[in-house]
């Protein structure tokens, strides 16, 4: 009896999809006629385990087969007629056709010869390899270069596109496993960037923390805050309170499109770490401070 697609390539009926291509991938290099020429026998182990993944590689005409619809070779399987469907047919003999018996032979002849010249090409595309890449944040804002070595020990020159987001992936075409008789695989290489102890990425805008002293929130004035491109000055405007947002149009990561996000420069009033006397005894004579209460609606 002949082998049927599931015992072809070595698993069970209930096999995943990725099972079913992991064992085809495995037979398919150890008989592949390149690796194995003048060998009729290996040729022919091949046709026959390819045929077997075609069939079983597509969801529907694996479940048809798993109904006895179809054979191993995709060919539909005749179907049982009993005395009770000859009974309603009109009179006459059975199997009659006005085209003779070309009925009967010319769709298995045309489906047969349609699977051989399909399977007549021994070529199996390569495997894709898959790497995880750790980048600063600055260098996934700004974009880099990178060098990395794949299993064969080649090394690859990578050129990280500015703006690029944790999770990405860059696929370098042809970079992955070589094929048998087919083209190569590609190399996929999965970002990860590493957090800013500054700088907080919200899509396109970047979100920073700029602490202000008591004397330039309530005087305000010029200072330097720092960008993923460099230090610039901004204005805090006269009694600027902890929260209060300073927008830099532009200044956040690049798009693909060529324009850029904002920066979000977020101000939070800072007192000096130790003890002033001048600033408590301002506060003492600041008569307006005794009837300001920041808390008012913060009842429960």
């Known amino acids: 009896?002949?082998?049927?697609?599931?015992?072809?390539?070595?698993?069970?009926?209930?096999?995943?999809?990725?099972?079913?291509?992991?064992?085809?991938?495995?037979?398919?290099?150890?008989?592949?006629?390149?690796l194995n020429p003048g060998d009729r026998t290996a040729e022919d182990r091949f046709k026959a385990i390819s045929a077997a993944y075609d069939l079983l590689s597509d969801p529907e005409k694996r479940a048809r087969f798993d109904r006895g619809e179809i054979d191993a070779s995709g060919a539909e399987r005749p179907q049982r007629r009993y005395y009770r469907d000859f009974a309603a047919e009109e009179p006459g003999p059975s199997y009659h056709s006005e085209a003779g018996f070309a009925d009967f032979m010319d769709q298995d002849i045309l489906s047969e010869l349609l699977r051989r010249g399909a399977r007549t090409r021994f070529a199996m595309p390569g495997q894709d390899l898959r790497f995880r890449l750790a980048l600063d944040f600055l260098e996934a804002v700004n974009g880099t270069r990178k060098t990395v070595t794949l299993p064969s020990g080649q090394s690859l020159d990578i050129t990280i596109p500015a703006g690029i987001?944790?999770?990405?992936?860059?696929?370098?075409?042809?970079?992955?496993?070589?094929?048998?008789?087919?083209?190569?695989?590609d190399a996929l290489i999965e970002i990860h960037v590493r957090p800013h102890r500054l700088f907080v990425r919200e899509?396109?805008?970047?979100?920073?923390?700029?602490?202000?002293?008591l004397r330039e929130a309530?005087?305000?004035?010029?200072?330097?805050?720092?960008?993923?491109?460099?230090?610039?000055?901004?204005?805090?405007?006269?009694?600027?309170?902890?929260?209060?947002?300073?927008?830099?149009?532009?200044?956040?990561?690049?798009?693909?499109?060529?324009?850029?996000?904002?920066?979000?420069?977020?101000?939070?009033?800072?007192?000096p770490d130790r003890p002033d006397p001048e600033l408590e005894a301002f506060a003492e004579r600041w008569t307006g401070g005794a009837s300001y209460n920041p808390r008012d609606g913060m009842e429960a």
């Open 218 to 271: 309530v005087l305000g004035g010029r200072i330097q805050i720092p960008t993923p491109t460099g230090p610039v000055m901004v204005s805090v405007p006269k009694g600027s309170n902890t929260g209060r947002i300073l927008r830099l149009r532009g200044k956040g990561a690049p798009r693909p499109d060529g324009t850029h996000g904002d920066l979000h420069a977020v101000l939070k009033v800072v007192l």
């Open 203 to 213: 899509d396109d805008d970047i979100r920073l923390e700029v602490p202000i002293s």
């Open 1 to 34: 009896m002949a082998e049927s697609p599931y015992e072809l390539l070595g698993v069970k009926p209930t096999a995943s999809a990725e099972e079913i291509q992991k064992a085809y991938r495995k037979l398919a290099k150890k008989h592949h006629p390149d």
């Open 165 to 185: 987001r944790d999770g990405q992936v860059v696929r370098l075409a042809g970079k992955g496993e070589p094929g048998i008789g087919g083209p190569p695989g």
